[in-house]
């Protein structure tokens, strides 16, 4: 089996450095050109003050399409404003906490870095995924190859590099500039990600037989 697409938006988009109004368009565009798992609201430290005017505008686009709308780090905003889920860092306590406030179908996500042994620690906690940096792809291998716990791969990927990393086994891939900066547009990076990853499918099921 292949990984789905998955989706984190510019960081800047919550602190006024890249305009909602002017995004939006993109944003919709890229949730109906194909097939996308997630969307992750990227969350920086510091000025967050469109934050919950993001997550109203962004969120019912993303639901309508399918796909699941997480936000980083703000486990507090989830439940008011609807949201299906949360991603943290791979703290066990926090993920303990989290889930005792959220209910049993929110999900739960944790940015492990590179770290195995954060993974394993989150895993343990309950999270529902691991999210590993595809700077150490042995432990992405690792991880798929091991564990039940979904792991979503992120960092740095690209359509360049895209079927590399979907051969590590995690169950998603997360793109981020490689869809907003794309110069064909966004409709067009989405669906090249999907044929992508279409085409691994494919190999994977024909091995297989």
Not at 46 to 75: M, S, V
Not at 97 to 109: A, T
Not at 167 to 195: I, M, R, T
Request: include cysteine; charged fraction near 20%; aromatic fraction near 6%.
């Amino acid at each position: 089996m292949s990984p789905r697409l998955c989706l984190i938006t510019p960081p800047e988009l919550v602190s006024g450095g890249i305009s909602l109004d002017s995004f939006l368009e993109d944003f919709e565009a890229a949730l109906s050109a194909g097939d996308v798992a997630s969307v992750l609201l990227a969350v920086p430290h510091g000025d967050c003050e469109f934050l919950e005017a993001a997550i109203q505008a962004l969120r019912p686009i993303a639901q309508n399409a399918g796909a699941a709308f997480l936000i980083e780090g703000k486990a507090e905003l989830v439940r008011p404003l609807l949201c299906d889920g949360v991603q943290v860092a791979a703290d066990a306590k926090a993920i303990k906490q989290i889930r005792n406030r959220l209910s049993q179908d929110m999900i739960i996500g944790a940015d492990c870095g590179t770290s195995r042994h954060a993974a394993m620690v989150a895993g343990e906690a309950g999270c529902d995924y691991v999210a590993l940096d595809t700077q150490e792809p042995d432990a992405i291998a690792w991880w798929a190859e091991l564990m039940e716990i979904p792991c979503i791969a992120y960092g740095n990927v690209s359509l360049e590099n895209v079927r590399e990393i979907a051969a590590l086994g995690p169950e998603f891939v997360a793109a981020d500039q490689a869809v907003w900066q794309h110069p064909g547009g966004a409709v067009e990076a989405v669906e090249a990600f999907n044929a992508l990853l279409s085409a691994k499918r494919k190999v994977t099921k024909s091995r297989s037989t």
